[in-house]
């Protein structure tokens, strides 16, 4: 069975920082790739960044500066961190395993053919 664990979540101030994490099992990341998506109540599915087995990341505009994905293969385990936080971040925090090459422009509408986790909370208080 495909799983997708997140954690890192939490509650922070404006300008603090927190790093989620994305533990995947029964597959293997080299046929996908790899993204984050919030969303919030009532609203719909932001992508935030994603990466390649290649290692090319796309980001979100609005979080460009400020997030950094990362990947580490050996340890099936994906990475945000996030930096310089802002009350609009709030949100529950998604992460997604995709059809190769899909970068932020896609990866909404790419997540229903794919798997993705039950999410972490980020909320930022102002």
């Known amino acids: 069975e495909i799983k997708l664990l997140e954690s890192g979540g939490g509650q922070v101030q404006t300008g603090g920082s927190l790093k989620l994490s994305c533990v995947g099992s029964?597959?293997?990341?080299?046929?996908?790739?790899m993204g984050w998506y919030r969303q919030s109540p009532g609203k719909e599915r932001e992508a935030v960044a994603t990466?390649?087995?290649?290692?090319?990341?796309s980001y979100a505009e609005f979080v460009k500066g400020r997030f950094t994905i990362s990947l580490d293969k050996v340890q099936n385990t994906l990475y945000l961190q996030m930096n310089n936080l802002k009350p609009e971040d709030t949100a529950m925090y998604h992460c997604a395993a995709v059809t190769a090459g899909t970068t932020v422009q896609h990866l909404v509408d790419t997540i229903d053919h794919g798997y993705w986790g039950q999410g972490t909370q980020v909320t930022v208080s102002s």
């Open positions: 990466i390649n087995s290649d290692g090319r990341t």
């Open positions: 029964g597959f293997s990341y080299r046929g996908h790739s």
